[in-house]
């Protein structure tokens, strides 16, 4: 088995704003500018939130960590995105077991979304069954009991276990502004050596106390 931990870090893809539908204001508002300040507060928000959705974002790093080397591959601002991911994926068919903190519900369903969106071609198949393990376990899915709304992030369960953290200073709040300062080598950092790093290390710790 040659397993690898993965993380993606993403933005909110701007070319897909005027395709995104108009929020609508609180129907019980009457006065008319009352509704465009609040369609334009949840325009917003709506942009703000791209990022966290497969069907909105775009991974600008990903991370990989196979407990002998991290490695980040980051979209710079003038890269090819097609490029990029195919990097991601030639990457990712040197391993053959998949390691994720919520990679079931967001950064393979992501991979996946961005590939079709920049005709690439994945070069592995990576399981995204639920109730099922095949060659990805997505850590998130299995101490929650496959529920995607439980409680639980990767910082809550490193801290909740004892587990030492590989984190300095950034977290996700942060990346889309350190992207837009081209902050490369800091959110390269903080994927590979915080997100990659605490994922395999959160896997290693579980599956000592888990049969699977």
Known sequence: MKPVAVDFETIGDNRLIPYMKDPLPDKRLKDPEKKIAQIAEKKAIQ???????PIYNKIICAGFYDNEKSIAIVLKHDDDPQLFLKDIWNTLKKYNYYISFNGLSFDFPTLIMNSIRYKVEPTVRIGLERYRISNHFDIRAIL???DK???G???FFMKSFGIPGGKKGVDGSMIAQLYADKQYDIIADYCANGD???TWNLWKHVTKYMII
């Open 153 to 155: 992030t990767l910082d």
């Open 149 to 151: 709304y439980a409680d």
């Open 196 to 198: 990659c790093l605490d």
């Open 47 to 53: 942009i703000i939130d791209m990022a966290k959705k």
């Open 144 to 146: 929650a009991g496959w």
